[in-house]
């Protein structure tokens, strides 16, 4: 192994030490992605479960300039790049409390990076 995919390895330990929440991903069993809050899960399958991750929020989002929204906002989940997440998917995420979470993926994950993936979501609801 070269001194740079040892270097790459010892930062993928690192970021994933940072991974405090569970999630199951699921997507659309039938073809495309799953568009809305509002689809049933009878719709979705699971493609990967209890998966450790990492939820940042991005930003609040102001609804009147002044006073900010704590029903919705932007995030980005950090997860191992080893998982194909298709865009669309649903992401159920418990955090290390107990609290469980539903975010909805924008797009790809972003697998550029040798110790992780980011996938950009949005918070749909607390379960």
């Not at 940072?18 to 809050?37: D, K, S």
């Amino acid at each position: 192994m070269s001194k740079l995919n040892q270097a790459y390895e010892r930062a993928r330990e690192a970021v994933t030490l940072l991974y405090h929440e569970r999630a199951t991903i699921y997507a659309n069993q039938n073809e495309g992605p799953v568009r809305g809050f509002s689809d049933g899960k009878k719709d979705r399958q699971a493609i990967a479960e209890d998966v450790p991750v990492k939820v940042s929020k991005r930003q609040l989002d102001p609804i009147d300039g002044v006073s900010y929204s704590t029903g919705q906002y932007a995030a980005i989940i950090l997860m191992d790049n080893s998982i194909k997440v298709p865009a669309g998917a649903i992401f159920e995420v418990t955090d290390m409390h107990g609290v469980k979470r539903v975010y909805r993926q924008a797009s790809e994950g972003y697998t550029a990076y040798p110790t992780h993936q980011e996938v950009a979501v949005e918070y749909s609801q607390q379960v």
